[in-house]
């Protein structure tokens, strides 16, 4: 209730009377209340009124009996409220808040000095306790319960715990690990009408798990409590699988080592001292929770192992469209993508199927830029060989103009050679300029004269030389 409404509620009762003498009274909403007066009737009775101021200063009838009739004026009041001709008193079932404010009885059209206050609240709400992890603390957590009613913290010996103020609402407490799993914590909340616990967080559910994530082949440390109360007998490591199923990894009892499970055998060792437990060449069959016993009491450490097959190296696919500035890199593999540029800048990759991401690299005229692709399980992390932008945007000549360019020059040339020739033989000028310019044209135009000399000379000889038998000698001597 605001404070105007309060000092309001304050200066109409003033007003009304002298004597102020409230009795205040606290309900919850779906509740009902009864007011009767302090003092019998007088005698005869022959109207009765009770009358309501709300927060605003408003005043109506409740209810009237006037001579055996009863009156209720008001909808707000109506198959909800009686009164008892003979006592005086009022009953109003299933409140609620706009039956805040303070109530007076008139007997015989006289007000009476007696007023009730009423004030008509929600209940509060069974509370839920919140669980805070502290970053790089693996001793301490946050408890907070955020709401706007009353906060009491206790803990499981029923002490009392300051809370400190949380934003915008609630409050919080720090809680510390004890290594007693029976410990636990509530928050209750409470107001004038009702009260509410919230369920207990046991210790040993605040600090019950630390997830590890490790490759097949690799090794595990778990550590034991921080600090080892004296004397310490036995030490025994569990391992629960996804299954449920609770081996002994490692036992040691007064100075013997026993590891009965033989998935454990060879590859587990323990230290006595500290309680660290160490497992190499590990496998999947080794994930699950591991937890300590010292002593025959479990601890309050939880760890849970998840091993898993380390990633392959990937493989950069480029995919090439019809726009020779923009290429498609792909990275197909279903575990986590980590896309980088040659400025260590994340790329955001988009999905596709059916799996993996791809991104979109557009030529800006950088020889030296690269792309890596990096898959990232948890458990392992490798990265892809870069992808330079030198390799995506090769200068690559046209093929069809390999063979075009020579074979256009060797036409252009036949055209200038057929054109001379036809020159040459057509026009008598362009002939003998040929002819006295040409020393090879002189010379094989000599040597043409002399050849046909001597084919004649033969010829000559030939018609005068008389023909011959078979033996030599002259016929026509003969």
Not at 214 to 242: C, E, L, Y
């Amino acid at each position: 209730m605001s404070l105007r409404r309060l000092t309001l509620v304050a200066i109409v009762v003033f007003i009304t009377s002298e004597t102020v003498s409230g009795e205040g009274v606290f309900k919850a909403v779906g509740e009902q209340v009864s007011f009767r007066p302090d003092k019998p009737l007088p005698s005869p009775v022959t109207s009765i009124i009770w009358k309501h101021i709300n927060n605003d200063g408003i005043v109506v009838k409740a209810i009237e009996w006037d001579e055996g009739e009863i009156l209720i004026p008001n909808p707000r009041f109506k198959g909800i409220t009686t009164v008892d001709e003979k006592t005086g008193q009022i009953n109003i079932t299933n409140l609620n808040y706009s039956h805040s404010g303070v109530y007076t009885i008139d007997i015989n059209s006289k007000e009476q000095e007696q007023r009730f206050t009423l004030t008509v609240m929600e209940r509060v709400p069974k509370p839920v306790i919140e669980r805070e992890i502290i970053k790089n603390n693996i001793v301490f957590v946050n408890l907070t319960c955020k709401y706007n009613e009353m906060i009491i913290w206790k803990n499981s010996t029923g002490q009392i715990l300051p809370g400190l103020a949380l934003h915008p609402k609630g409050e919080f407490i720090t809680v510390k690990k004890t290594a007693n799993l029976s410990n636990f914590y509530t928050c209750t909340l409470t107001n004038a009408v009702s009260e509410e616990t919230s369920d207990p967080v046991y210790e040993r559910d605040l600090f019950k798990v630390e997830d590890v994530k490790k490759a097949v082949g690799d090794q595990v440390t778990f550590f034991g409590p921080d600090k080892f109360v004296p004397p310490v007998t036995s030490i025994i490591w569990k391992h629960r699988n996804s299954s449920g199923v609770t081996v002994k990894a490692i036992e040691w009892d007064e100075g013997e080592i026993l590891i009965p499970n033989p998935i454990f055998k060879g590859i587990t060792t323990l230290d006595n001292k500290t309680g660290q437990i160490n497992i190499t060449n590990l496998k999947v069959e080794h994930s699950g929770v591991y937890t300590i016993n010292i002593n025959g009491r479990e601890q309050g450490q939880r760890f849970n192992l998840t091993v898993m097959e380390p990633v392959p190296q990937p493989v950069i696919k480029i995919e090439k469209i019809d726009n020779p500035d923009v290429v498609y890199l792909r990275c197909e593999y279903s575990e986590p993508i980590i896309w980088k540029n040659s400025t260590g800048q994340t790329l955001k990759g988009s999905s596709i199927t059916p799996k993996g991401e791809s991104i979109t690299v557009n030529k800006n005229g950088t020889p030296e830029n690269f792309y890596t692709c990096t898959l990232d399980n948890g458990a392992s992390k490798k990265t892809s060989d870069p992808v330079y932008e030198r390799d995506l945007f090769k200068d690559e000549p046209d093929s069809g103009l390999s063979w075009k360019v020579p074979l256009v020059l060797l036409v252009i040339l036949g055209v200038i050679i057929g054109s001379l020739f036809v020159l040459y033989k057509l026009n008598a000028g362009f002939q003998k300029f040929v002819d006295d310019h040409c020393p090879c044209k002189s010379q094989y135009s000599q040597a043409q004269t002399n050849s046909n000399g001597t084919d004649q000379e033969k010829d000559k000889s030939k018609q005068g030389s008389p023909p011959q038998n078979s033996d030599g000698a002259n016929t026509e001597e003969a």
